[in-house]
């Protein structure tokens, strides 16, 4: 689904260079689930923030469903985010004026994606079909989480990216979101990411992976 | 200061190092409120310290005015007798305002030198040491008392008129007056100074426009009606013209500009404060935390304010300075013009204004601050964060309870007020309310699209983030509120002055011509085939009411005068008028003896006539613009009998159609100089010149209050975009495009904008009726018709939403690269 090669990125703080990727190449096919782990500061959040065509890289190639989005000038990549990538943040994310079916509904839209049936059929799936007309301020963590699952899912992306989706939330709700996005993602046929320090939610995942001084290996 | 507080003082200030604009906009709200107050207080300032001089003519004291009882004017001869009669400290004044040949209007002032009665060793005294201190010291007084003369003109006249050393003031009617020197005296201000001699020829006249004294004793007092009271009228200069009660509407006026000026300032302080203390709170949070008692960081915020406050006084001050440099010409013109007041037009400085003006910035930003900083050291950040939304709701109803009782104040209090500041009070009410109404207003209307725009999803969500911004441009959009109200109800008076001032001059200045009084007689204008219509009105003065009461002989059938001319009547009263009564004089009088002096139509006057005590009956009232005495109309061959030694005046001629160059030529074949008729076109077309400048100030004020009003929202949006960063970036995040981006930020802008604009309305309308039927009648004893007209509304509308947009593009300028990176940051937040 998507392919890194021979990715290089750095950055400078306060004089220091800090390398988030050396030479790194990763792949990972249609369907598939992977777990980005690492030490605080290694670059998980850049790296994702690379597939996403939130970042730019300083060489390699970047291939998301074929298409070099590393060449993208910033309107194609918003396009191209738009229609074929989804996005799952640690604090959610949600627009506070907007009802929780109007959020998750707002990529669909702006893709110009959006199927009514998929969307009850999604809420159905994540149990929050009750909480449609709530909005963010008025739902609990994990809710919120669900909302923004479904946001990310409803446009029936290639690709779910998601940077610690239960970094906010308890064990139980942790355990209780990730398996919904797990299985809805799967359920989309979509390839998911999750950035996560724990290694309970990693194993929810086919595969693991720990990156650190710039290279990307198999976790055990 | 301790040292916990100095930590946390630096600490609270770093934001600033990190948020340079917030800083810029603080500082530019309280410079630019400070600025527009100071510079209006100068101009106050300045114009009052000139009625304070009034009692005084270049130095010397003129507590008295000699005038003619029945001319005015003063003859010469009759200042010989007085001197022969022992009153060698009375001298002649000639004060004339006149045209330049290049239109520009001057003021000019003439004496005897050498009859001024320099103190020094009492009353009418001449004390050399006296002379030689005086602005008269030295030698070159003796150029300006023998031909060819001298005028002495101010400075600042000088350069308005571009005259330099030397050269001759052309008149428009030809005349030059003496070569210009460029100097000017005490209470000079900005008229020109000749000799008496030199303004006797050029006017060639045997009369001054009146004589001055000194004080004088209770026994000068009674010799003078004793020997001279039968023709000649002596009255205390400030009676005469108690400049600074006549011109307390003006002054307050231009005060409520001030201040208006500097609340709409102080929103945009208001605004940058709110957003510091909420971007620091988490910084408070932590001081605290470590230790911070909250005490420290109370004390460290009013530090930080006191610093500003300062900042602003000081930079404002300095603006002020140019700003009301600039102003203070177009306000002597209107003293000038309206209440025949001479002020100088160089404004001057005083330490006082400084003060002030740090008094006000200091109480502003304790005002900005207080509400915010009790909250942001009161509450966790999630705390505030979550009653944000509930607060706004109860704040937005509990200031629609405010601002409706607001309005129930002023209509309680209308009936009642009775003086000028009184009635500023009330027009103050009606903005405030206007302010206090706005949030619910913007709301209910953003609610009540939301229900009828329901299938559109990207209007429902421009609609609903109308909520989402309201908050962070509601200072600015109520200081917007405030300039518009203040605007249209300017504009609607100085609208409706105008058309009502047209109408009324096209009447009164209806003549063709006026040719001077006494310089020809009835038997000239016979036979000329030229002339459809000649008629001139007498005049007598008398007093009613501790006012100067002109009574006014006219003519039945003079075309200045008719039905038409009359706004409050008795029925078939124009007839009853002119045919006279029986037993008691019927008479037309002035709105403002109905307004000043409680007169109603069919009420009875006494006045002192030549035949002794009179009744006379009003009948009805008519327009009199710009008059601040009273004034009784009497058909003239009544007028004749009442007062048989009153002069009459000038002729007004009214001529044959196409016939005006035939008239022009007849009046000169008949022996008349060009200077003693005149075109009352021209006089029409430069009496609404004078009427335009004379609202320039006005107009100037509310143009800069309106920049205000434009910086306030430019800098709320810049806090609105850095607030809300994250929340862009994620709109960003999920593909929006640049086009959708704007198109949500931008509607609910022009939604409220809207909501502004139609709450001004009213308001503004409501404001111009109080200014028309309450301020001006409590000020001037006159009225007028409100008129609204649309074009300048419109255009007003249209500029202000010129100013709207250009304030969104420009502070939408780098949001793009601003939430581009932004969206780097999105995760792992």
């Known amino acids: ?220 | 200061m301790t040292r916990v507080t100095l930590v946390t003082l630096a600490t609270t200030l770093a934001f600033y190092r990190q948020n340079p604009l917030q800083a810029l906009f603080v500082l530019v709200g309280l410079v630019l409120g400070c600025g527009l107050y100071t510079a209006v207080a100068q101009i106050n300032a300045s114009a009052e310290a000139s009625y304070a001089e009034a009692d005084q003519i270049l130095g010397i004291s003129a507590q008295w005015r000699i005038t003619d009882r029945v001319s005015t004017e003063v003859a010469i001869s009759d200042y010989i007798r007085l001197r022969r009669a022992g009153f060698t400290h009375f001298y002649p004044v000639i004060e004339k305002r006149l045209v330049s040949a290049d239109g520009a209007l001057i003021s000019i002032i003439a004496t005897d030198l050498l009859a001024l009665p320099f103190t020094g060793g009492g009353v009418g005294s001449v004390d050399d040491s006296a002379l030689e201190n005086s602005p008269f010291g030295g030698d070159g007084w003796s150029r300006l008392t023998q031909p060819p003369y001298e005028a002495w003109v101010p400075s600042q006249t000088a350069a308005r008129l571009a005259v330099t050393e030397g050269q001759q003031i052309r008149l428009r009617e030809g005349k030059r007056l003496p070569p210009t020197v460029i100097r000017s005296q005490a209470q000079q201000r900005d008229q020109i100074f000749i000799d008496l001699g030199a303004a006797l020829s050029l006017f060639e006249t045997e009369r001054v426009s009146y004589l001055a004294a000194p004080p004088l004793t209770e026994a000068e007092q009674q010799r003078f009606f004793d020997q001279f009271g039968s023709r000649l009228m002596l009255s205390k200069q400030s009676e005469a013209l108690d400049l600074s009660q006549l011109t307390q509407s003006l002054h307050t006026n231009l005060t409520a500009l001030g201040l208006l000026s500097f609340v709409v300032g102080t929103f945009i302080v208001f605004n940058a404060v709110n957003f510091s203390l909420h971007a620091r709170q988490q910084a408070f949070g932590v001081l605290q935390d470590l230790g911070a008692a909250r005490r420290a960081i109370v004390v460290a915020i009013a530090t930080e304010s006191l610093i500003w406050a300062v900042t602003g006084a000081v930079l404002g001050t300095l603006l002020a300075q140019p700003l009301s440099a600039a102003l203070m010409p177009a306000v002597a013109a209107t003293m000038q013009n309206i209440y025949g007041a001479s002020v100088s037009s160089l404004p001057m400085f005083n330490t006082g204004l400084f003060w002030e003006a740090l008094l006000l910035a200091f109480a502003g930003l304790s005002l900005a601050l207080v509400l915010p900083l009790l909250r942001a050291t009161a509450m966790s950040p999630n705390e505030s964060n979550a009653r944000d939304e509930t607060l706004f709701s109860r704040q937005d109803a509990a200031l629609a309870v405010v601002g409706l009782a607001l309005l129930l104040l002023a209509y309680v209090c209308y009936p009642k007020a009775s003086s000028v500041l009184q009635g500023f009070a009330l027009l103050s009410l009606i903005l405030f309310a206007g302010v206090a109404l706005l949030p619910i207003t913007v709301l209910s209307v953003s609610a009540l699209s939301r229900t009828v725009i329901r299938r559109h999803w990207l209007a429902r969500w421009a609609l609903a983030d109308v909520s989402h911004q309201f908050p962070h441009l509601r200072l600015a959009m109520m200081a917007l509120l405030l300039t518009l109200i203040a605007n249209i109800g300017v504009t609607s008076l100085v609208g409706s002055f105008r058309l009502a001032l047209t109408d009324w001059l096209e009447t009164r200045l209806s003549a063709d011509f006026y040719v001077t009084a006494g310089v020809m007689e009835t038997e000239s204008l016979v036979g000329q085939d030229w002339i459809r219509a000649a008629h001139r009105r007498a005049v007598a003065e008398r007093s009613y009411a501790d006012r100067t009461m002109t009574v006014v002989g006219i003519d039945v059938d003079a075309p200045d005068f008719g039905p038409d001319s009359i706004i409050e009547a008795t029925p078939a009263a124009f007839a009853r008028w002119s045919v006279g009564g029986v037993g008691v004089d019927r008479v037309f009088a002035n709105e403002q003896l109905k307004y000043l002096a409680g007169v109603e139509v069919g009420d009875t006057l006494e006045l002192e006539t030549e035949l002794g005590l009179r009744p006379f009956e009003v009948l009805g009232f008519f327009h009199d613009y710009g008059n601040v005495n009273f004034s009784l109309y009497l058909p003239s061959e009544r007028f004749k009998q009442l007062y048989a030694s009153a002069e009459p005046q000038g002729w007004g001629i009214w001529v044959q159609d196409n016939q005006h160059a035939a008239a022009e030529l007849g009046l000169s074949q008949l022996g008349l100089q060009p200077s003693q008729w005149v075109s009352q076109r021209d006089v029409l077309a430069l009496s609404l010149t004078i009427f335009d400048r004379t609202f320039a100030i006005t107009r100037a004020l509310n143009a800069l209050t309106l920049l205000v009003a434009s910086v306030a929202i430019f800098s709320s949006l810049l806090a609105a975009y850095q607030f809300r960063r994250t929340e862009y970036a994620l709109w960003r995040s999920l593909g929006m495009s640049w086009f959708g981006f704007f198109a949500v930020l931008g509607f609910p802008i022009v939604l409220m904008t809207a909501v502004v604009m139609a709450l001004s309305l009213p308001l503004g309308f409501l404001l111009s009726w109080l200014l028309i039927h309450k301020i001006n009648v409590i000020s001037f004893g006159w009225t007028m018709p409100l008129v609204v007209a649309t074009e300048p509304i419109v255009f007003l509308f249209v500029v202000v939403a010129m100013v709207v947009l250009a304030a969104f593009v420009l502070a939408s300028m780098r949001q793009q690269v601003a939430v581009n990176d932004a969206l780097k940051s999105l995760a792992g937040e």
């Open chain 1, 1 to 220: 689904m998507f392919k890194l090669k021979q990715v290089d990125k750095s950055f400078r703080d306060r004089g220091d260079v800090i390398h988030v990727a050396r030479g790194l190449s990763w792949c990972m096919g249609s369907g598939e689930s992977a777990a980005l782990m690492g030490e605080s500061g290694a670059g998980k959040t850049t790296l994702m923030n690379i597939i996403a065509g939130l970042d730019t890289v300083d060489s390699g190639e970047v291939l998301v469903d074929n298409v070099r989005i590393d060449r993208l000038n910033q309107a194609e990549l918003t396009a191209f985010r738009r229609n074929h990538i989804g996005l799952i943040f640690q604090k959610f994310h949600l627009v506070p004026s907007l009802s929780a079916w109007d959020n998750a509904a707002l990529q669909a839209r702006l893709a110009g994606a959006f199927d009514q049936d998929f969307a009850a059929h999604l809420f159905d799936m994540l149990n929050i079909d009750h909480l449609a007309h709530r909005r963010p301020n008025q739902l609990s963590g994990g809710q919120q989480q669900r909302v923004a699952i479904a946001r990310a899912l409803m446009h029936q992306p290639q690709l779910v990216l998601a940077d610690e989706p239960t970094g906010s939330l308890d064990e139980a709700t942790s355990n209780a979101v990730i398996e919904l996005l797990v299985s809805a993602a799967s359920n989309a046929g979509a390839t998911l990411v999750v950035v996560t320090h724990s290694a309970s939610i990693a194993s929810h995942l086919s595969h693991s992976f720990l990156l650190g001084s710039g290279s990307l290996a198999p976790a055990v």
